[in-house]
């Protein structure tokens, strides 16, 4: 992995790493606001 992006350069290197870095914020989001839609549906439909 580091060989990798030694060879993409350090411009490279540091942008993959903030994309992923992007992604995980995405998908960790995505995650709450599932979790959250979940459980409101579930207290409005339970109540």
Known sequence: MKKSVEI???N???AL???SVLK???GLGLL???IA?????SF???A
């Open 32 to 34: 709450l606001l599932l």
């Open 24 to 26: 995980d914020a995405l």
């Open 44 to 46: 409005v439909f339970g």
């Open 8 to 10: 993409l350069g350090d």
């Open 37 to 41: 839609s979940t459980q409101m549906a």
């Open 17 to 19: 790493g903030e994309t």
């Open 12 to 14: 490279s290197g540091e």
